[in-house]
């Protein structure tokens, strides 16, 4: 099967992406709610940000940190992201974007060229193939 996303989008959108995550309690109007409705997108963007810099991808400014491992965690940060609002009971006041973004991280991740949906790619213990 081929990959839906290129390296080079998923690059892309590892930026945008990450910026949306961090700053989507301001873009959709829950900060002022605090906690965790807060908290978890602010540190899930952050985490996705740091990691595009440091990510394999065309636009890594690094390029430490293997493109498999990245795919694996964008999709555990949708998981995440997904179940937050239901996990720490948020869900009666601030949901959507929550799930939005995490589906939007979860696919990105699953359908990326070089994730593990693909084939698993085996690195040595430097990170190289």
């Known amino acids: 099967m081929k990959p839906l996303i290129s390296l080079k989008a998923h690059g892309i959108l590892d930026y945008v992406g990450g910026l949306l995550i961090t700053f989507s309690p301001w873009i959709f109007g829950f900060a002022k709610l605090g906690g965790a409705p807060l908290y978890l997108p602010l540190c899930m963007g952050s985490m996705q940000l740091v990691m595009a810099i440091f990510s394999t991808h065309p636009y890594g400014i690094f390029k430490a940190f293997p493109m498999q491992l990245h795919l694996v965690i964008d999709m555990i940060v949708g998981i995440i992201l997904i179940a937050a609002p239901w996990i720490y009971g948020f869900y ?32 040595d213990e430097r990170g190289y193939r």
């Open 92 to 123: 009666h006041f601030v949901f959507l974007p929550h799930l939005l973004l995490g589906l939007v991280s979860f696919f990105a991740g699953l359908l990326t060229q070089h994730s593990p949906l693909y084939r698993l790619e085996l690195f």
